[in-house]
Each structure stands twice: as C-alpha cells, then as structure tokens.
C-alpha cells in the first residue's frame, strides 16, 4: 500500500489522498459515500457457550457497539444525527475490537476497517460542512477520529513489519 507523507509527518493512504483531494474538488458527491464502510454490515461474533467469560463479555461489547456503529451510520446517512454521535459508538467499537482481536493479523485487518469507517465518515462530514459552514466542528471532531484510529493501526502495521524480518 502506498502511503504519502503530509506535513509534520503524518502519513495517509493513498486512497484517502485521493477521497481528500476529490471531495476538495467537489468530485465526491454526498450520494457517492452513502453506500459506507464494510464494517456498517459486518455481521457479529459468534460467542461459543463455553468461552471465558471476559473472552463473552467482550465479545457482547463488540457485538453491541458494531450494532450501534450501524443503526448510526444510517442516522447519518438520513442527517439526522451528528458526527459526534456516529462517532461515539465508533470509538467505543474501537476500543472493544482491540480487546476482542488478539492475533495481530486480525487487529489489523480490524483497525484497516475502522479506518474505512473514519475516512467515510469525515468524508462525509466534509461534503456536508461544504454546503453549512455550522458542521466545520463536526468536521473536526471527524478528523479527530480518525487520527484515533490511524495510532493503533500504524502501531499493528509496524508491529507486522517487525514480524516479517
């Protein structure tokens, strides 16, 4: 994957560059992001009867917060919530998704779909702030998410290059 270093050293993907650069130009229609992120579908853990109980109780958080993370990826679709409210269960399915994946393989893969989740939903927050100039702190607390996201993942990618020497 090919990454683009910005100013101060954050890197971003390329895919997100070009999302940015597009939905700047005003290429990126509201209608283009409404079909979201993988994750807003994904189904729930399966939570064998006879797992530890901590192993169930964090599966039942992820499940709640990946249920939640849909039911308010729609609301934001329809705009009638905020993306401080579609956020809140997204950070809380962060933090249950790091306690529910320990293989490092399948955090990133899991953190690779959180940061789909946060690049749409800045996205989307963007195309929106264009048109109201009220949602710019929507905008940010978006792009405030997303780097959320991008500490953990950049953390698991370095760790799976550490593994690959």
């Known amino acids: 994957m090919a990454f683009t270093k910005l100013m101060g050293g954050v890197s971003l993907s390329l895919g997100t560059l070009l999302s940015l650069h597009a939905m700047s130009l005003g290429q990126v229609s509201e209608k283009d992001l409404l079909k979201g992120p993988a994750i807003t579908k994904a189904l729930p853990l399966r939570v064998p009867p006879d797992d530890d109980e901590l192993k169930k109780l964090h599966s039942a958080h992820f499940n709640e917060a990946l249920a939640e993370v849909g039911l308010r990826w729609q609301h934001l679709i329809e705009d009638v919530i905020s993306a ?18 320990g293989r490092p393989e ?21 195309v929106r702030s264009q048109k109201e100039q009220k949602r710019l702190p929507q905008l940010h607390a ?5 780097l959320d996201v991008r500490v953990p993942l950049l953390k698991a990618k370095r760790g799976a290059e550490k593994r690959e020497k």
């Open 84 to 101: 401080e409210q579609a956020i809140e269960p997204a950070r809380h399915l962060l933090t249950a998704g790091q306690q529910v994946y």
């Open 106 to 126: 399948d955090q990133l893969t899991f953190l690779k779909d959180m940061e789909e989740l946060a690049n749409y939903i800045e996205s989307l927050t963007g």
């Open 142 to 146: 978006a792009r405030g998410f997303r």
